[in-house]
């Protein structure tokens, strides 16, 4: 008996420099997939992907035209949001009009791929469906108190999200399997499917070597969501003013791909962009502190266990620790919400680095003996095989 066909559908493909924390974990899935099963990845046909599948890969790749609206979406407002998301939907029915044989396997990566569920299930009724919540999209739209001025904006996101949880709800009864970084974005599913928590991918962190010309405040994420465009914006306006009247030589680091005009406006002495990067290696060893300002949004926030590993100090919003329980709260620099209070918490960091970095060193440990992708993935290589999902 040959080995199983899995088939992959993402709105990007994962080249092998992936642009953001979750398509460096799905880069790692596939690879490790790969060693098992006979994998095709399905994405859009859109220039970027076109340039991302250049390098070879120990997968199959095949790019088709993007659907115009998400299947299953029931309001305007909705279909609207998805597509300023920026996510292309590879059209899946086009695609099982060419095969000859069906896939055992169909895992939809990203919220936003998984109105396919239902589609999927009709194309492919005897495949083990799995849809994997990198982040559950209604989450997305919850409201963040950084908008809490601009009534339409939050109206419609408040609306647009209540329509979107009733469609995942029904979305995931298609599905044999859910899968999320963190238990919160899973508490939805109802018993018809199995549910998983697995860990992310984290780089294996190098030595420290802080900057001595500049004490960076590292901020890292893709700047085309829009929950990291306000957390730097925050960063910009109201934390980091209060931090070089301390720290003239302090300096923000928007260590990321894809920001826009309304962040690179903002490039200085005080403020440096780095644009998508290869590595982000370097920028973590530089930082004399990492910090993650998010106040909404879904799925868990790689930035901060992987800060944590290097053993940078790290600075936090309460809404940043969702997903890691358990995490002691001494072992941070701080979790503030409000401007003043994490300016305090950095310009603490910055003021004394080696009680800081003590006090980072037990997070280090924390985040090396709680986050294992190598145990969660075998469990996801386990539910492909047996089509059932094993207790971690």
Known sequence: MGRKQV??????????????AGQRYHFQHLSRLAQTFDVTLLSSDTPDNRNRIAGETPWKTKLVRPLRTPVGVRAEIAALRLQGRGEPIPDLAEYASTLIMPPDIVELHWSTTMCLAPVARQLFPRAFVAAFQHDRYSATLTWSKLRRLRFRPRLRDVLAG???????RLLVRSCDLVVAFKQADLDF????????VVDPWLEEPAERKPSSDTM?????????????????LWMI???????????????LVLAGADPGPDLYKYQGPGVYL??????????????????????SGGG????????????????VTSESLTGLDGLPRASLAGVEDEARGFASAICEVLRDPITAAMAAAEAQQWVRARFSFDRTIEAVLGAYRTGRVATL
Request: aromatic share 10%.
């Open 7 to 20: 088939l992959s559908v993402a709105p990007w493909a994962p080249g092998a420099n992936p642009r953001s």
């Open 162 to 168: 209540r329509i979107i949880a009733q469609q995942e």
């Open 189 to 196: 599913v109802d018993k018809r499917a199995s549910t998983l």
């Open 216 to 232: 960076d405040v590292v901020f890292v994420g893709a700047f085309n969501r829009a929950e990291n465009v306000e957390g730097a």
């Open 237 to 251: 306006n109201q934390v980091m003013p209060l931090v070089v009247v301390e720290h003239p030589t302090a300096r």
């Open 274 to 295: 780095t644009g998508f990067v290869n590595d982000l290696g370097p920028y973590y060893q530089a930082a004399h502190c990492c910090v993650s300002p998010i106040f």
């Open 300 to 315: 868990l926030r790689f930035k901060v266990p992987q800060a944590l590993s290097y053993g940078i100090p790290t600075v």
